[in-house]
């Protein structure tokens, strides 16, 4: 049987790209152009890691997890918070007055939401599902992430299953945008 990574290990490598993304973009110098481009990209990742766990993880976790209800209640008011800050970034350039602060502020939800998750709710999922049952919702998250929406849409339901069935629609047309543009090729 082929390996594959399991939703924990492929959820926790997409915290620590996108930390890492994040890392690169508060070292470079305030007003740097360059920090548009890696924030385009940390946005292209951190929607479709949001979108997969919306549709996989926090369904399971309500399913399987005692109290799920409000571990995954919460991690989508995480998921809100920080869609809301991606996408009023997308709308400044790096020279806007607020676009720092708001980075920092990103970059700030961004940590205490992987802290929580590594902590406290794969742990728990960790105990409630099978090593199997880990792989194959491994597999479901990353296949979610393939057609995942690229930008972010705050106002769409976050909830299955109209959430399973805008996010593909929505990612077609994200895509085609950001091959139009060149975005996300830095």
Do not use: C, Q
């Given at each position: 049987m082929e390996y594959s990574r399991d939703v924990i290990a492929e959820l926790s490598g997409d915290h620590r790209e996108a930390l890492a993304l994040l890392q690169r973009i508060q070292a470079l110098p305030s007003g740097d152009k360059a920090r548009k481009d890696l924030l385009d990209e940390v946005t292209i990742d951190l929607v479709r890691h949001a979108v997969a766990e919306e549709e996989y993880l926090y369904p399971a976790v309500?399913?399987?997890?005692?109290?799920?209800?409000?571990?995954?209640?919460?991690?989508?008011?995480?998921?809100?918070?920080?869609?809301?800050l991606l996408k009023d970034l997308a709308g400044r350039t790096v020279e806007d007055a607020a676009f720092d602060r708001l980075v920092d502020d990103l970059i700030d939800e961004v940590r205490a939401h992987t802290r929580d998750e590594e902590q406290r709710v794969f742990v728990l999922l960790r105990q409630a599902c099978s090593p199997k049952d880990l792989r194959e919702l491994g597999d479901k998250v990353r296949k979610a992430k393939k057609t995942a929406p690229t930008r972010p849409h705050?106002?769409?339901?976050?909830?299955?299953?109209?959430?399973?069935?805008?996010?593909?629609?929505?990612?077609l047309v994200d895509r085609a945008?950001?091959?139009?543009?060149g975005r996300g090729r830095s």
């Open positions: 309500r399913e399987r997890i005692a109290h799920g209800d409000v571990l995954a209640d919460k991690e989508l008011a995480d998921h809100i918070r920080m869609e809301s705050p106002g769409a339901p976050v909830m299955p299953p109209a959430n399973k069935l805008l996010a593909a629609g929505l990612g945008r950001d091959a139009l543009t």
